[in-house]
């Protein structure tokens, strides 16, 4: 089991920059990517970005290529998310997740945080 906790969401005004973390516990040896995902409301859960264990490989939604940057450190366990040029439709919750066996799509994820708010006032 790999544990999943975010933080950093907040209430922010359009053209700021929020990072976003994910810190992971349990059997994170067994997570071969990490990513992160939102959900807006009345919409489904999307893609937003992801990366490898060894941070070789990244993977953007065109809707965030360009203004966000995923990272990790693995001496902390810790998977971040630099969003920047930040968009009123950018507000939604976002979920990091730890997927097993690949790097997409949202289906291959196996473990989920709870959660954190990002909204972005216009």
């Known amino acids: 089991q790999v544990q999943l906790v975010e933080s950093g969401g907040g209430l922010v005004q359009a053209g700021v920059s929020l990072r976003l973390s994910c810190a992971a516990s349990g059997r994170t040896s067994t997570a071969y990517a990490m990513g992160w995902f939102r959900q807006a409301p009345g919409k489904q859960r999307e893609f937003v970005a992801a990366?490898?264990?060894?941070?070789?490989?990244?993977k953007y939604a065109d809707s965030v290529k360009g203004r966000f940057t995923i990272s990790r450190d693995n001496a902390k366990n810790t998977v971040y998310l630099q969003m920047n040029s930040l968009k009123p439709e950018d507000t939604a919750v976002y979920y990091c997740?730890?997927?097993?066996?690949?790097?997409?799509?949202?289906?291959?994820?196996?473990?989920w945080g709870q959660g954190t708010q990002v909204t972005v006032s216009s």
């Open positions: 997740a730890a997927s097993r066996t690949a790097l997409y799509p949202l289906n291959e994820y196996d473990y």
């Open positions: 990366i490898v264990r060894n941070a070789a490989i990244t």
